[in-house]
């Protein structure tokens, strides 16, 4: 007998054969993967591109120079269909950037984590994450938080586009650069500062949240150093009593022939000593404290309710979006100073305003607040908002550079008629400030607007069926497929018994 042709050697031929194949199968799946990992190739076919990264974003983390990690405090609830629907899209997103820097020759990385900071409260403490809803990028020292309502632009309560690319791509850069932006606030004239605790007069909550943002903090004494530091990106001043004429002209030349960026918070009923300055750039600061007698534009505790803002401005533009309000104490009214504008290159734009049932009472005037025509502040027709009293505007200088065809910006200036807007109580009372205050801040030192990168519309499906269509559907879903696998079953039975 053959030996091929015994029982014993065709088992193992056959073992033989399924070991081979086996090995081949598993080797295939590997090789696979090592292709897949290696030398990966994807197509995005959605619609608005939402599984791709821009080109701008690919080239930055291409070059990223330090890694970068990702936190995540963002849940998805499924009680809130919101909530899950930013989770999916930042996970969907975060994931691509850490797929991007994979293949980065220098090892490089970006490394994304999802935390819950109630159920690893430690965690977030060391971390500063004492609420959901944000997302921390941390490298080394640096940090920068964004929060979700940074990530759509809503119109009418309801999200347009998500914005999250922008937002992480900036905070990427922003926290992987070896220098942070510097923000000097003014000291040495009775200004609010930025270690003080206190609920009414304090900054402190606002430095922590800017540091958490990767500003650099620092307190200036021009009496003592004579001018403004070359570095400082800004310079805040708020609630000034009496500054001096030295002081002021170092504002002045740092604002003008530095192309210097100046907020400005200044409290009603006190002498500030920047008159010339304001002057230069355009703003009048009245010398009056604003009432109003409409319900719908105060608080129970006296405080005006401001619902009026500058339409297609960056800085308040994300309050116009979510219909949101601000909430400020005792304030003077702003606006800008007739004629300035003309042959100055300045463009001014009143960025907040009170209601037209609005006046201001005059500081030097005794007795009730009621409106005294000839005395009190009145808003005019004829400046723009016509009828309201501003609260807060914005100068920004724009000059021609010789011949050239084109301008350069060379100074911005925000005035806020109030010295509690970002005060302690109010950050947690009135969110609206801060979103207000921080916009302002980006605007003045032009943080994210070097990038070019569109928002990614909102897709939204819905199918709308009446009950008798729902009905045809049921029927069909129970009853037609199956009668067509049934009908296929018994065609492929008679023609096999045929």
Not at 28 to 36: F, I, K, P
Not at 137 to 146: A, C, I, N, T, W
Not at 161 to 181: C, H, K, M, N, Y
Not at 339 to 363: F, H, K
Request: charged residues 25%; contains cysteine.
């Amino acid at each position: 007998m053959h030996p091929f042709e015994s029982f014993r050697a065709t088992r193992w031929i056959r073992t033989l054969n399924l070991l081979l194949q086996a090995v081949l199968f598993t080797t295939l799946c590997a090789g696979l993967n090592y292709l897949a990992l290696h030398y990966s190739w994807r197509t995005d076919l959605t619609h608005a591109r939402r599984y791709s990264l821009s080109p701008e974003t690919l080239a930055y983390l291409k070059d990223l120079a330090r890694p970068v990690r990702v936190v995540v405090t963002l849940t998805e609830d499924p009680e809130h269909p919101e909530n899950a629907q930013a989770f999916t899209d930042v996970r969907d997103l975060l994931r691509e950037y850490a797929s991007a820097t994979r293949a980065n020759d220098n090892g490089i990385r970006l490394t994304v984590e999802f935390l819950d900071v109630y159920q690893r409260r430690r965690e977030a403490e060391l971390l500063g994450l004492d609420q959901p809803n944000a997302i921390l990028f941390l490298s080394g020292e640096k940090r920068r938080l964004v929060t979700a309502g940074e990530l759509y632009r809503i119109v009418r309560g309801e999200r347009k586009d998500f914005r999250g690319e922008q937002a992480f791509t900036a905070a990427i850069l922003d926290v992987s650069r070896p220098d942070r932006q510097k923000i000097c606030f003014l000291t040495g004239h009775g200004e609010q500062r930025i270690d003080d605790v206190d609920p009414r007069t304090g900054l402190s909550a606002l430095a922590t949240d800017l540091r958490l943002r990767n500003f650099a903090l620092e307190t200036l004494d021009i009496s003592y150093t004579h001018k403004v530091p070359e570095n400082a990106a800004l310079v805040i001043i708020a609630a000034p009593q009496g500054i001096e004429p030295f002081v002021q002209e170092q504002l002045r030349q740092y604002l003008t022939t530095r192309a210097g960026r100046a907020i400005l918070l200044l409290a009603p009923g006190t002498n500030h000593g920047l008159e010339e300055l304001l002057h230069d750039w355009g703003v009048m600061v009245d010398n009056d404290v604003i009432f109003d007698t409409s319900p719908e534009d105060i608080f129970e505790e006296g405080d005006l309710r401001i619902r009026f803002f500058a339409p297609n401005n960056p800085i308040v533009q994300s309050l116009v979006d979510r219909q949101i309000a601000l909430r400020i104490g005792l304030t003077r009214s702003v606006h800008p100073e007739p004629g300035s504008a003309q042959g100055n290159g300045l463009s001014i734009t009143t960025l907040a305003a009170t209601s037209e049932s609005a006046w201001g009472v005059s500081a030097g005037r005794s007795g009730s607040p009621e409106y005294h025509p000839g005395v009190d502040f009145k808003g005019r027709p004829y400046m723009d908002p016509a009828n309201r009293l501003g609260v807060a505007v914005s100068s920004e200088r724009v000059q021609a550079r010789g011949n050239l065809p084109f301008s350069v910006r060379s100074g911005r200036l925000v005035v806020f008629g109030t010295a509690d807007l970002v005060t302690n109580s109010r950050l947690q009372g009135a969110p609206g400030n801060y979103n207000l205050f921080l916009n302002a801040i980006n605007w003045a030192v032009d943080r994210d607007t070097q990038l070019n990168i569109q928002p990614r519309p909102v897709e939204k499906f819905q199918l709308a069926l009446s009950q008798q269509e729902l009905l045809r559907l049921r029927y069909c879903l129970l009853l037609l497929v199956p009668g067509v696998a049934a009908l296929l079953g018994l065609m492929v039975y008679w023609s096999r018994r045929t």
